[in-house]
Each structure stands twice: as structure tokens, then as C-alpha cells.
């Protein structure tokens, strides 16, 4: 949490110092309408925040799709699991198995190879 304040705080001294070295006004024509006396600061904050709008308006329907796909694509798996665990209904989950198939036992007799 201190981290993030840190960081917005040292965000909020950059666009200061942005604003302060950035003050030239400026006349702006938009299509039929003229701008007038415009700070270069906010024109230029403006176009960023246009931008991003219009990125995020354009990724919306990929990014819903991509989620609907997501949401499809749990619930299909969810379903093989229920599947593959009703044709293997004898073998517990729990059971670990040896890669090559043999098994240890684990007696923990004194007949061991390193004795002390």
C-alpha cells in the first residue's frame, strides 16, 4: 500500500513539473470550432486520454469474447474431469504411483545396509 502512494506521489511531481515547463498556449481548430489560448498542457493530457478511450472502446469486444471463451473453456474442462473420474472410480486420488510402476516398501526394520 506505501508503495503505491510512493509512486503516485512521485506521478504527481512529474505532471507538475509536465505542467510547469509545458505553459505555451496554443489556438486550436477542431472541424467548425476554434480553440482559443488553449494551455499545451491540457491539450496534450486531452489527446492521451482521448487515445486511451478510444483503445479501450476498440478492445472491448475482443476482451468479452476472450472471457466468454475463458468461462467456456473452464466449464468444459470441468466436465472431463467428471467424466474421467467416473470411468476410474476404483483408483483413489490420493494414491501416489511410482514412475516405473513398483512399490517401495517402507518398512522400518533395523536390517538396513547402513547401520550405526
Known sequence: MQAIVILLLILAVL????????????????????????????????????????????????????KKDYKKLIRFNDELKKLHDLDHPEKPKDEIIDPEGMEFDDDDDDDSFFKD
Open 15 to 66: 505532471l507538475v513539473i509536465f505542467t510547469l515547463q509545458n505553459q505555451t498556449d496554443l489556438t486550436i481548430q477542431v472541424f467548425f470550432w476554434e480553440i482559443k489560448e488553449a494551455p499545451l498542457v491540457l491539450v496534450l493530457l486531452a489527446c492521451i486520454l482521448l487515445g486511451y478511450i478510444l483503445a479501450t472502446i476498440y478492445f472491448l469486444p475482443r476482451i468479452w469474447k476472450v
